[in-house]
């Protein structure tokens, strides 16, 4: 079991990584968008009300298109995410395990639903008006304005978009990661137990110091997994019966 929840591990380190360097590409795209869109309306518009001028900004940059493109990221990172965490129970618990069809397209539509829902709309209008009031506070003009929302603007309420897509990185594969290994112990022969692993950073969570090293059965897995926490280290090996 520690065998396995170590493998596990090591791989949602290196599919993470992968994911981040998407969601970062992801944004990026996102400000440069932006950054467009916005570099015309403030050579025309100087003075102002930097509400108007974020909606103006805002109406200019499809948001909903945006949400599908980070929904597809997440449904082919689920995907891989789970192929992977297939191979490696089966490859622990010496079985084949079969990722049917169904499972995956279960996974698929998870991951879109998942990262498709991330807040977009609200924390980018946020971001952006607080973008144009620092920067019109500091003098600067279209020039400076538009550089300053491409940088920024994607990081939301984060400090910068690198940061916002490592949490979503950690966060969702290791959503996916947990739903995976579920599913995989489901599809295994003599499984209808998990052992729980948690709290392994040593934070100290009380709920999750007590789950560490519970065993609990499959359908009370799944409760589990909803319950976690963002960033949260959860992890489940399967008791063999």
């Known amino acids: ?43 025309q518009k100087q003075e102002g009300a930097d509400e108007v001028t974020a909606d103006q900004i805002m ?17 082919q990172h689920y995907l891989a995410v789970a192929t992977a965490t297939y191979a490696t129970v089966a490859k622990n618990i010496g079985e084949v395990v079969d990722f049917n069809d169904e499972r995956q397209r279960k996974v698929l539509i998870e991951g879109g639903r998942r990262l498709g829902l991330i807040d977009l709309a609200d924390s980018t209008r946020k971001r952006l008006f607080r973008e144009l009031a620092d920067g019109r506070s500091l003098g600067e003009g279209p020039v400076e304005i538009a550089r300053r929302i491409r940088d920024v603007v994607p ?3 984060w400090s910068s978009p690198k940061i916002r897509a490592k949490m979503i990185a950690r966060t969702e594969t290791m959503h996916a990661q947990r739903i995976s290994t579920i599913h995989a112990y489901q599809d295994a022969e003599d499984v209808e137990q998990v052992m729980i692993f948690d709290n392994v950073t040593g934070y100290g969570d009380e709920q999750c110091t007590a789950l560490n090293g519970k065993v609990v059965p499959i359908d009370e897995a799944w409760e589990l997994i909803g319950e976690e926490h963002p960033g949260g280290t959860r992890s489940f090996a399967p008791v063999i019966d």
């Open 155 to 157: 990081a939301g309420k």
């Open 59 to 75: 109406s200019q940059v499809d948001i909903e298109e945006l949400s599908k493109e980070l929904g597809g990221i997440g449904s």
């Open 1 to 43: 079991q520690r065998r396995l929840i170590g493998q596990l591990q090591r791989d949602m380190l290196r599919l993470a990584d992968e994911l981040e360097s998407s969601v970062s590409k992801f944004f990026a795209d996102m400000g440069m968008r932006m950054a467009n869109s916005a570099i015309d309306i403030l050579e």
